[in-house]
């Protein structure tokens, strides 16, 4: 594993954490209609292995693709990637995943 894909692999597991330890189950809609996604729902979601794994592969494939696009961004003064306030950004795909999956399913059918 390289240096852009370590870093990626870390960032995804610590936005996950971050995001589902904040005030999600407060802030998701459905991206079409707009609807609430239960809070029980959220948790049903987030504390699914399988799940978790999708969305953390979500966040590191963008990552990566970001830092291959831009490889200096996001270093410290040695060369080193480190975490920085605007990688935070990418723990969207959490809501957007929650989100999308709810309307998709649960809105029509059971999961």
Same mark, same amino acid.
Do not use: E, H
């Given at each position: 594993m390289n240096k852009i894909e370590e870093f990626a692999v870390a960032m995804s597991v610590l936005l996950y954490e971050m995001r589902i330890e904040s005030d999600i189950m407060n802030t998701l809609v459905t991206p079409t209609t707009n609807n609430e996604v239960p809070a029980s729902y959220v948790n049903l979601i987030i504390d699914d292995d399988e799940h978790a794994h999708k969305i953390r592969h979500l966040i590191k494939n963008d990552i990566i693709n970001y830092l291959e696009?831009?490889?200096d961004d996001w +270093? /410290? /003064? +040695?060369?080193e990637y480190e975490y920085q306030t605007d990688v935070y950004d990418y723990s969207g795909h959490v809501d957007s995943y929650v989100e999308q999956l709810y309307e998709d399913t649960k809105e029509t059918k059971d999961v």
């Open positions: 696009q831009c490889p +270093k /410290d /003064d +040695k060369g």
